[in-house]
C-alpha cells in the first residue's frame, strides 16, 4: 500500500470535546470547550488554552470542572468554544446550560451533560513548545448520571460522546465497543 507524506499537522485523533467549566471573581459561570486536552495521568488531566476568560478563572479560582460534549448537546457545546464570555457574559444561559456549585470545587457543574469531572488546578504556566497556558488539573470526583451507568460504572456507549478531528474541523460520534484493554493482545502472548 503507497503512502503520501501529508507534512506536520495535529492528526492526533480522536480527541474528547472537553467543556470546561469555571466561576469568575464575581461567581458568574462560564464554560468553554477545548480541543487540545485530554488525560495525563490516573487522575490527571493537562490542556492547553489561548488566553481566555477561562484562564483568568482558573487563575483566580484555581477550579474547574470538566464535562463531556455528547451528541445531544453538539450545538451548546460548539457554541461555547465560539463565543467569549467577555464579549458574551450570558453565554452558559444562551448555549441552554444551567448549573450547580459543584460539591469539592469552586466551579459549575453543567445540569445537562450526563458526566464531569471535579477538578482542581495543581500546576499552570506557559507551554515553551506552544506559548499557550498549559493547566494541569487533579481529578478530585467524577459525577455520573444514572442513566449513564452499567453495573455501577460509566459506560460511553450511553454518555454518547462526541470527539473533535482536528484534521477536519469535524465533530464525530463514538462507534461501538469492539474489544477489552488488556485482554484483546492475550492471544498473542505465549
Known sequence: M???????????FPGAVLLIGTYDENGNPDVMNAAWGGQC??????????QHQTTENLEKKNAFTIAFGTVESLVA??????VSAKKEPEKVKKAGFTVTKG???DAPVISELPLSLECKVVSM???????????VGEIVNVIADDCV??????????????VFDGSSAGYWAIGKRVGNAFHEGAALIK
Open 2 to 12: 503507497a503512502k503520501k507524506d501529508l507534512g506536520a499537522s495535529g492528526i492526533i
Open 41 to 50: 495521568g490516573p487522575k490527571h488531566i493537562a490542556m492547553n488554552l489561548s
Open 77 to 82: 457545546s460548539d457554541y461555547v468554544g465560539m
Open 103 to 105: 460539591k469539592n470545587v
Open 125 to 135: 504556566g506557559k507551554d515553551p513548545a506552544t506559548g499557550e497556558i498549559r493547566v
Open 149 to 162: 451507568l452499567t453495573d455501577g460504572k460509566v459506560d460511553m456507549g450511553k454518555v454518547n460522546p462526541i
